[in-house]
């Protein structure tokens, strides 16, 4: 990533600090927990027991790898595989290395918001696997979509695992799939993760460990403002809090102020009063099941084709095209 890109991103975040904690109820952003302290925060989380989503997806991978590359291309014609918000990859591997022994021919563009973590990815994959070509991009779904449809003429498969989607409420995430949408092309197929809705227990130990990880990585976003906008948020005087609804499926994180304070964002010349309790909305992470994706779909113009589950069925990944 270049200077000029970076720029843009970090005045994202002080454009998006500003209006959140301005704001009445507050919010922050949660993809700005990832910097590289968060970026290793998350890779502690995906191994806590009470975090079933990286294991359930990583089983749906091991348990189906042939089956779902096979209808990525069932031609061989090639293709290139697009993946936003990849992350550290590991689950992806599991299916770059089947696409490799299989003599698929296929690119891979793995795309992050954390400059860290695809510059990681990118490495490790150069290492891993050299024969695989990697064209690692850093920036903010919405814009990467907007370039997607320039960046090739052959057929695309765009990934967004982890149930990336959940952190958009129902309206945003039909506004993102449409945007998806009109990024692809008639043969073009999209591959994305969905978690299913299950016990409300089991959803909110997810996302509220008893070690305090997710706590820790929900606070790092304060720890970011501090460091990169000369703030002096007490970290101490917030505590990590997590609410499911299992009508809506809806879990909701919040950084809740302990005590009344100021807090002085220095870079924004900007003081924030607190109430004692008051909160800051950080995550939202939405669960599903079939007829919620097919709506999604319905509205966005696309169509399910093919699902698939791990045995306990808490988490799916759909295959989906374009509605002609």
Known sequence: MNYKD????????????????????????????????????????????????????????????????????????????????????????????????????????????????????VKNLNLEMPNVTVQGQVGEYFEVL?????????????????????????????????????????????????????????VLDAYNDKSGVTAAFNKNILARINKELDANFNLDKFMHWETYDPESGTAKSYLISKERQTVDINVLSLQVHFEAWESI???ISQKYDDDIVKWLAKESCLNIVKSFSDKNKDYKDYLISKIG
């Open 146 to 202: 907007d370039r997607l449809k320039q960046m090739s003429d052959r057929k695309k498969v765009i990934m967004v695992l982890g149930s990336n989607i959940g952190n958009l409420l129902h309206p945003r995430a039909i506004q993102f799939l449409k945007k998806l949408c009109n990024a692809m092309h008639e043969d073009d197929l999209l591959f994305m993760g969905f978690d299913q809705k299950k016990h409300p227990q089991k």
């Open 6 to 121: 970076q720029k843009v991103l970090v005045s994202s975040f002080e454009k998006e600090v500003n209006e959140g904690l301005t704001a009445f109820p507050k919010y922050l952003s949660s993809k700005f927990f990832y910097d590289e302290v968060g970026d290793e925060l998350f890779q502690q989380i995906m191994a806590l027991p009470e975090y079933y989503l990286t294991r359930t997806e990583y089983e749906i991978f091991e348990t189906h790898k042939a089956n779902i590359i096979h209808h990525f291309d069932t031609k061989k014609e090639g293709f290139d595989l697009i993946e936003l918000g990849a992350g550290d990859g590991k689950k992806t591997k599991l299916l770059l290395k089947e696409l490799l022994q299989k003599g698929y021919d296929f690119t891979y563009t793995p795309i992050d918001i954390s400059e860290n973590a695809i510059g990681g990815l």
């Open 281 to 283: 909305h950080t995550e």
